[in-house]
């Protein structure tokens, strides 16, 4: 092991040691997920003094790896406009993943979907 790849490694445990000391005894690690699976993602979102869970689900179009830097893209369409979310897998500000559907899908970027209508996604995923 090279001094990189021990950065990281010590990267990704202390992450994951500050998210288990958010969490307390709600931690749960993260599932198994892919590009083309819909999940929902609990993110803390800070508003002043106070603290809430904002879930956003959508579908993984994309997923960015990299060590400590790794992430994914999720999209979704709310009111009929596309919105896309990029999170680091390793942001102590994810509270939960939960994988609500698998896709089939044979491509590793998602990006075609964007052009395309709910009905029309929902059939390209199943």
Excluded: C, W
């Excluded at 040691?17 to 690690?29: E, F, H, I």
């Amino acid at each position: 092991m090279n001094a990189l790849e021990y950065v990281n490694e010590v990267a990704k445990e202390r992450a994951t040691s500050v998210r288990k000391a958010k969490d307390g005894d709600n931690y749960a690690a993260f599932p198994e997920f892919r590009e083309g699976d819909m999940i929902t993602v609990a993110v803390r979102v800070v508003e002043g003094e106070k603290e809430r869970i904002q879930n956003f689900k959508g579908i993984v179009i994309a997923m960015h790896s990299g060590g400590i830097n790794k992430s994914f893209t999720i999209r979704k369409i709310s009111n009929g406009v596309g919105v896309e979310r990029v999170f680091p897998f390793y942001s102590p500000m994810i509270q939960s993943i939960s994988l609500e559907k698998k896709g089939r899908v044979r491509r590793a970027k998602l990006y075609y979907l964007r052009g395309m209508s709910e009905k029309k996604i929902r059939q390209k995923l199943s």
